[in-house]
């Protein structure tokens, strides 16, 4: 069957040090991969896109990089602050082309002052 | 700009009851759709549109209708409200083209009785 995996624990980290979350995804082949943060109670945000044919994209502190082969996608926060802290999904489209967007069940980050 | 606006933000229903969340966005955006969020399953697409007067089905369509009669509106009704159709749900916009980021609406509380 299809489906998107993030893990499903929750991540505690030390502020300063890097998050790295991770999405993968069997029996798709998207043409791009998005992440997104929500804060509770409110609707996601989008983040970054990367498409199959990047292998990393970045802004600001953020990256994220793509394996297409392996089929996951590495989302990394470096020099984590606890405003960082949130949930974060990972998105794809569920055939390129279309407009059908899958989304993982997020990731939760904590950081730790 | 408003971007995307849910309404109601909280709405208790018993159980065989109708209503229609509405949702608008303000971007022109071709592109909207209907997701529901629940616990440990991440955000589930429901209904999507690809333009006024196009709608096709997502991944949970059962006991949901929608229509798109203008560019800026894309109301989702309940025709007989379920317990199991107690969930947060979130519209969504987004531009034609590659890529697709995703707008998102501050979510919908729905709860039946």
């Known amino acids: 069957s299809q489906k998107i995996e993030q893990n499903s624990e929750a991540l505690n980290i030390q502020e300063g040090k890097t998050a790295t979350l991770t999405c993968n995804y069997t029996?798709?082949?998207?043409?791009?991969l998005q992440w997104y943060r929500q804060d509770p109670g409110r609707g996601p945000v989008f983040l970054l896109l990367?498409?199959?044919?990047?292998k990393e994209k970045r802004k600001e502190r953020l990256k994220v990089t793509f394996d297409t082969t392996l089929k996951q996608s590495l989302f990394h926060i470096t020099a984590s602050q606890p405003a960082d802290s949130a949930t974060y999904l990972c998105?794809?489209?569920?055939?390129?082309?279309?407009?059908?967007?899958?989304f993982g069940t997020g990731t939760r980050l904590k950081v730790l002052a | 700009n408003a971007g995307v606006t849910q309404t109601p933000k909280f709405q208790v229903l018993k159980t065989g009851q109708s209503m229609t969340l509405q949702c608008a966005q303000d971007?022109?955006?071709?592109?909207m759709s209907w997701y529901r969020q629940d616990p440990g399953m991440g955000l589930r697409l429901i209904h999507y549109?690809?333009?006024?007067?196009?709608?096709d089905q997502g991944e949970v369509p059962n006991g949901y209708n929608v229509s798109r009669s203008t560019t800026e509106d894309f109301p989702l009704r309940l025709l007989s409200a379920a317990p199991s159709q107690t969930s947060v749900y979130f519209c969504?916009?987004?531009?034609?083209?590659?890529?697709?980021?995703?707008?998102f609406g501050e979510g919908s509380r729905l709860t039946v009785l």
């Open positions: 029996n798709y082949s998207p043409a791009y």
């Open positions: 990367i498409r199959e044919n990047e």
């Open positions: 998105a794809l489209d569920q055939a390129s082309g279309t407009y059908k967007y899958i």
């Open positions: 971007m022109n955006h071709e592109y």
């Open positions: 969504a916009s987004s531009a034609r083209g590659l890529g697709g980021e995703l707008f």
């Open positions: 549109s690809v333009g006024a007067g196009i709608t």
